[in-house]
């Protein structure tokens, strides 16, 4: 498996700290179970906080981002950490925010889960109300809010497309030839993705981008923070179900939000379609991901998932 995180030493961390708080810095402790940042927590007095490193190899998927988004929803309802800092630390960049209570949901039991599913939905609807109408463009935005893409189908058909040298996956093409992604798959998944954005609607909405369960904590049988916002973007609300649903397929995610827009009489066109399209996506990027980090048993396991849904499309 490759490392993507930042490497960095303590004293360094120390250091960078010191200039920031005035009290001593205790209980510096690195956190596992993320992909990409490299996350410490930390106490200054009774205070607890994060600081997080990301590589600069995301353009506009880093730290900055996730500052405007921030002080953008600070007066919402919407549990997101207060970020107090950002900078820059030689080639990296960094974030020191509020440490929010709670455990992640994949922590908890199918019980607990279960129980706490009406609120995510809830929540997430709530997201995808925040007014958008001060920003331009589509998928991933800036660390000043605008959308990188023209449209919501250009956005999503830059997964079949080479980056930028200095984004995360660069020239990637290579993985076809030097790595188990299989051309005619990816090149299949595509081809019906790009059908099914016919289907897609145009209107923009705030996106989480990544709601795992990874990203959402709960504390006391209520959400308590909502994670990670560095994958938001503009789009098609039903894209965050779909990423919700196809990693988690035993909570039924896409029939619960189905029922929960019928019971307010809110109808989504097309609905099943849309969700196809955007597993067939989010199955791209992860099988992309998986081959680039030489994980062969998760690029496997979404291969079935993805291949599964495909067969019954």
Known sequence: MADHQATIATDEIQSLLASYFSGEITDLVELTGGRISRTYAFHVGEQAYIIRFNKDNMLNTNLPKEAYLSQRLASS????????????????????????????????????????????????????????????????FDYQGQGMAASWRDSLLQVGQEEDTRDFFGKWYHLFEDSFLERDLYQELYRKMRQLLDVCPTERYLLHGSPSFRNILAEQGRVSAVLDWVDARYGDFVYDIAYLDIWTPEFRIAERFQEYYQQRQQEVTHYQERLLCYYYYIALGALRFYAYSNEAGAYQWMRQVILAKHSLA
């Open 77 to 140: 309802r919407i549990p997101i950490p207060p970020i107090f800092y950002t900078g820059r630390l030689g080639e990296l960049y960094y974030a020191i925010s509020q440490k929010m209570p709670g455990k992640m949901l994949d922590q908890l039991s199918p019980q607990e889960v279960e129980e706490l599913l009406p609120e995510v939905i809830e929540l997430l609807d709530t997201i995808h109300q925040v007014d958008v109408s001060t920003t331009t463009g589509y998928g991933i």
